[in-house]
């Protein structure tokens, strides 16, 4: 369990920040999750892309050069050798300062914490079953496409998913599908993919976009569009995107069946696209 601290490697148990982080008390921070596969990390480049772009939507200065982000990831990958796949947890806030909402003057060093966490994704029974969601009102803010560690909006409305004994929540913002507490979301209709444009209401995913590369360069016809509750609904198939979810499908929604109740033959081709790609990738 050996984690990056602020520029040291050190046990888990062993890594603590003052109270006064920022991250502690205003969730004033951004963060990324990286799957690694038998020690490959998956998308790493887009991922500190994204992380750069974070730290620059909330003015956090970048802690580290790029070279540096890439060394810190290997060596806790490295260090944590011992789990199959990994899940690299990046967390990075404005740093320690006395309480005060406005950014600390002088500024302060931000705190960088990189550890991992064992990757869980989807078993084989859990693809041919697929899961069930609800739908709720997107209550969070308008920054959405930030991924920022204060998720409280995402934490109650995640809470909802897990009392009703499903897997994800599913949100409507003005009628309008936006995406799940920690995914991102497809819709299949008569053959057509079909997924909201990214914007300010939603995380603009990375399997997101591999999805999306995937179905260009095997044909498969997809329409980047807003998608509404009714064509939400009405939907063939209903698919859950994330780093760690990988692509999933939804097969009731607020305890309606979603087709046949089955996951589509359009998702089990991109489900199989996606594990090929993935295997190609950590081969190179
Ligand atoms: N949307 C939200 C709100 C998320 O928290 C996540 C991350 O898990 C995603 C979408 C999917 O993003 P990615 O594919 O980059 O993991």
Not at 161 to 188: K, P, Q
Not at 204 to 213: A, C, Q, R, S
Request: charged share 20%.
């Amino acid at each position: 369990d050996t984690v990056y601290l602020n520029g040291s490697f050190m046990p888990l148990a062993q890594a603590t920040v003052p109270v006064l982080d920022r991250g502690f008390i205003f969730g004033d921070g951004v963060y990324e999750v990286i799957p690694v596969y038998s020690g490959h990390p998956f998308r790493l480049e887009e991922h500190l892309a994204r992380l750069a772009m974070n730290l620059e939507a909330v003015r956090i200065r970048n802690p580290l050069v790029i070279t540096a982000w890439h060394d810190a990831c290997s060596r806790v990958i490295a260090a944590n050798a011992r789990l199959s796949d990994q899940s690299l947890y990046i967390q990075v806030t404005r740093g320690v300062a006395p309480r005060d909402q406005a950014f600390p003057r002088p500024d302060v060093t931000p705190t960088v914490l990189i550890m991992s966490m064992p990757l869980v994704t989807p078993g084989p029974e859990l693809v041919e079953s697929g899961v069930s969601a609800i739908t709720a009102l997107d209550i969070r803010w308008q920054r959405c496409n930030i991924k920022a560690t204060s998720l409280l909006a995402n934490v109650l409305l995640r809470q909802e998913a897990v009392d009703h004994g499903v897997a994800e929540t599913l949100m409507l913002r003005e009628g309008y599908l936006t995406e799940g507490s920690s995914s991102n979301v497809f819709i299949v209709k008569k053959g057509v993919l079909q997924a909201p444009p990214k914007s300010q209401y939603m995380l603009p995913g990375i399997t997101y976009d591999v999805v999306l590369e995937l179905a260009q360069a095997h044909g498969l016809p997809f329409d980047i569009a807003p998608v509404s509750e009714a064509q939400l609904r009405a939907a063939d198939e209903i698919w859950l995107t994330s780093s760690t979810k990988e692509v999933l499908a939804v097969v009731t929604l607020d305890g309606a069946k979603v087709n046949d109740g089955k996951p589509g033959p359009v998702f089990r081709r991109m489900h199989a696209l996606y594990q090929a790609f993935k295997n190609q990738v950590m081969r190179a």
